[in-house]
Nanobody
Framework: EVQLQASGGGLVQAGGSLRLSCAAS????????IGWFRQAPGKEREGVSC????????YYADSVKGRFTISSDNAKNTVYLQMNSLKPEDTAVYYC?????????????WGQGTLVTVSS
Protein backbone atom coordinates (compact mmCIF):
# COMPACT_ATOMS: atom_id res chain seq x y z
CA GLU A 1 0.00 0.00 0.00
CA VAL A 2 1.30 3.43 -0.95
CA GLN A 3 1.45 5.73 2.03
CA LEU A 4 2.74 9.22 2.72
CA GLN A 5 2.44 10.15 6.37
CA ALA A 6 2.92 13.79 7.29
CA SER A 7 3.61 14.72 10.89
CA GLY A 8 5.14 17.44 13.04
CA GLY A 9 2.49 20.13 12.80
CA GLY A 10 1.26 22.06 15.78
CA LEU A 11 0.78 25.47 17.33
CA VAL A 12 3.70 27.89 17.41
CA GLN A 13 4.11 31.62 17.96
CA ALA A 14 5.26 33.92 15.18
CA GLY A 15 9.02 33.76 14.82
CA GLY A 16 9.17 30.18 16.03
CA SER A 17 10.13 26.98 14.26
CA LEU A 18 8.69 23.60 13.40
CA ARG A 19 10.01 20.58 11.54
CA LEU A 20 7.61 18.54 9.45
CA SER A 21 8.28 14.95 8.45
CA CYS A 22 6.95 12.91 5.56
CA ALA A 23 7.44 9.16 5.86
CA ALA A 24 6.98 7.29 2.59
CA SER A 25 6.27 3.62 1.97
CA UNK A 26 4.84 1.33 -0.69
CA UNK A 27 6.76 2.73 -3.66
CA UNK A 28 10.33 3.15 -4.84
CA UNK A 29 11.40 6.25 -3.00
CA UNK A 30 14.39 7.04 -5.23
CA UNK A 31 12.19 7.18 -8.35
CA UNK A 32 10.14 10.11 -7.10
CA UNK A 33 10.35 13.74 -6.18
CA ILE A 34 8.73 14.63 -2.86
CA GLY A 35 7.06 17.98 -2.43
CA TRP A 36 5.29 19.94 0.27
CA PHE A 37 2.06 21.79 -0.42
CA ARG A 38 -0.17 23.79 1.86
CA GLN A 39 -3.76 24.92 1.88
CA ALA A 40 -5.45 27.46 4.11
CA PRO A 41 -9.25 27.73 4.42
CA GLY A 42 -10.71 29.56 1.44
CA LYS A 43 -7.46 29.44 -0.53
CA GLU A 44 -6.14 27.20 -3.27
CA ARG A 45 -3.47 24.63 -2.61
CA GLU A 46 -0.01 26.15 -2.91
CA GLY A 47 3.31 24.51 -3.67
CA VAL A 48 5.84 25.23 -0.90
CA SER A 49 8.95 23.17 -1.59
CA CYS A 50 10.17 20.07 -3.40
CA UNK A 51 13.20 17.81 -3.48
CA UNK A 52 14.30 15.42 -6.20
CA UNK A 53 15.47 12.17 -4.62
CA UNK A 54 17.63 11.28 -7.63
CA UNK A 55 19.99 14.27 -7.53
CA UNK A 56 18.96 16.22 -4.43
CA UNK A 57 17.82 19.32 -6.31
CA UNK A 58 15.57 21.53 -4.21
CA TYR A 59 12.93 24.13 -5.00
CA TYR A 60 11.15 26.73 -2.90
CA ALA A 61 8.26 29.10 -3.27
CA ASP A 62 9.35 32.72 -3.12
CA SER A 63 7.30 33.24 0.02
CA VAL A 64 9.39 30.75 2.02
CA LYS A 65 12.88 31.17 0.57
CA GLY A 66 15.41 31.81 3.30
CA ARG A 67 13.05 30.53 6.00
CA PHE A 68 12.25 26.92 5.03
CA THR A 69 14.67 24.11 4.21
CA ILE A 70 13.74 20.78 2.65
CA SER A 71 15.91 17.70 3.06
CA SER A 72 15.71 13.98 2.38
CA ASP A 73 16.98 10.93 4.25
CA ASN A 74 16.82 8.24 1.59
CA ALA A 75 17.82 5.50 4.02
CA LYS A 76 14.70 6.26 6.05
CA ASN A 77 12.45 7.09 3.08
CA THR A 78 11.67 10.35 4.82
CA VAL A 79 11.58 13.99 3.72
CA TYR A 80 11.72 16.87 6.17
CA LEU A 81 10.67 20.48 6.01
CA GLN A 82 12.42 22.71 8.53
CA MET A 83 10.37 25.86 8.97
CA ASN A 84 11.97 28.84 10.70
CA SER A 85 10.84 32.41 11.30
CA LEU A 86 7.23 31.33 10.98
CA LYS A 87 4.58 33.92 10.18
CA PRO A 88 0.82 33.86 10.74
CA GLU A 89 0.35 33.61 6.98
CA ASP A 90 2.12 30.24 7.09
CA THR A 91 -0.91 28.81 8.89
CA ALA A 92 -2.31 25.98 6.77
CA VAL A 93 -2.65 22.24 6.42
CA TYR A 94 0.63 20.98 4.99
CA TYR A 95 0.61 18.00 2.65
CA CYS A 96 3.45 15.96 1.27
CA UNK A 97 3.14 14.40 -2.16
CA UNK A 98 5.20 12.25 -4.53
CA UNK A 99 5.58 12.63 -8.28
CA UNK A 100 8.06 11.99 -11.05
CA UNK A 101 9.16 15.60 -11.13
CA UNK A 102 9.15 18.73 -9.02
CA UNK A 103 7.79 20.64 -12.03
CA UNK A 104 4.08 21.34 -12.29
CA UNK A 105 1.25 20.57 -9.89
CA UNK A 106 0.52 16.91 -10.68
CA UNK A 107 1.55 14.32 -8.12
CA UNK A 108 0.94 10.58 -8.10
CA UNK A 109 0.50 10.10 -4.36
CA TRP A 110 -0.72 12.36 -1.56
CA GLY A 111 -0.65 12.22 2.19
CA GLN A 112 -3.45 13.43 4.46
CA GLY A 113 -1.60 16.43 5.82
CA THR A 114 -0.66 17.98 9.13
CA LEU A 115 -1.96 21.25 10.54
CA VAL A 116 0.39 24.15 11.26
CA THR A 117 -0.99 27.10 13.20
CA VAL A 118 1.12 30.22 13.75
CA SER A 119 -0.20 32.72 16.26
CA SER A 120 0.66 36.42 16.28
Amino acid sequence: EVQLQASGGGLVQAGGSLRLSCAASGFTFDDYAIGWFRQAPGKEREGVSCISSSDGSTYYADSVKGRFTISSDNAKNTVYLQMNSLKPEDTAVYYCAAGFSCAGDYRNFWGQGTLVTVSS
